[in-house]
């Protein structure tokens, strides 16, 4: 398999408080990295780091075999190839669901608006919203914004998605068509990291674990492996808080 990112003794820390603490680790493409530990783990600053989106101290991550300078350019750059998802969705309140997912392409990728409307269509078919280009988001479910969160990301045709928590703040109902979202990107070999708490679905997925607490990896174990015997004291208890 080819690596796609390598990360090298990531440090962080908000003041003198360390939040992340010598990670290290290699995702190859078509791998599905799953990151799980206790809440105030590390696990969102993590992958905020590999977007760019929180400065770290000092470490090294690599992309597609080459450093990353991390430069406020050059993170601007790769998020064309890193796509991330939020537990907030963010979309454009004041933009319909239409131009939500395609102002990234046109004005990014210099994409025409038919092309990006084209493709745009073609993503909001495969999660069942292809007739809501018009609404807004104030009209959508939370369930509905994060699909359009995903489709939005997913147009700018990204190597390397990143999912942070997108489904804590759904409603139980809603939280089955995202994951089968997310499911059906891994069956087509998408390069993932993904936090979560759904246990079950990350069984399902996860190629790799990686298990955060207080801001060390303490296990980074094949998935099959995690679930049914984990190394560590500590993600045994967790797996047993998450009655799994």
Not at 32 to 53: A, D, E, F, W, Y
Not at 67 to 84: A, E, F, S, V
Not at 141 to 160: E, T
Request: aromatic letters at 8%.
């Amino acid at each position: 398999m080819t690596e796609l990112l390598r990360v090298e003794h990531l440090n962080k820390a908000y003041g003198e408080v360390p939040v992340l603490q010598d990670i290290s680790f290699t995702v190859n493409t078509g791998e599905v990295q799953v990151v799980l530990g206790p809440s105030g783990s590390g696990k969102s600053t993590l992958i905020r780091c590999l977007n760019g989106l929180e400065p770290y101290q000092s470490g090294t991550i690599y992309f597609q075999g080459q450093k990353i300078d991390p430069t406020p350019k050059n993170w601007q750059l790769l998020r064309q190839k890193i796509g991330m998802v939020f537990q907030s969705y963010d979309l454009f309140p004041n933009l319909n669901i239409m131009d939500n997912i395609t102002l990234g392409p046109i004005k990014v990728q210099k994409q025409s608006k038919a092309t990006a409307q084209k493709e745009a269509l073609r993503l909001l078919d495969t999660v069942g919203l292809a007739d809501y280009t018009a609404k807004f988001p104030r009209e959508l479910s939370g369930g509905q914004k994060q699909r359009i969160a995903i489709v939005r990301a997913l147009a700018l045709h990204p190597d390397f998605m990143l999912f942070d928590e997108v489904t804590a703040s759904l409603d139980p109902e809603m939280v089955r068509g995202v994951l089968e979202i997310m499911a059906n990107l891994a069956k087509q070999k998408m390069t993932m990291i993904v936090v979560t708490h759904e246990m079950n679905f990350a069984q399902q997925i996860a190629d790799n674990v990686l298990f955060l607490d207080d801001g060390h990896i303490l296990e980074s174990t094949p998935g099959k492996d995690f679930f049914t015997n984990p190394q560590t004291d500590r993600a045994k208890e967790f797996l047993q808080s998450m009655d799994f």
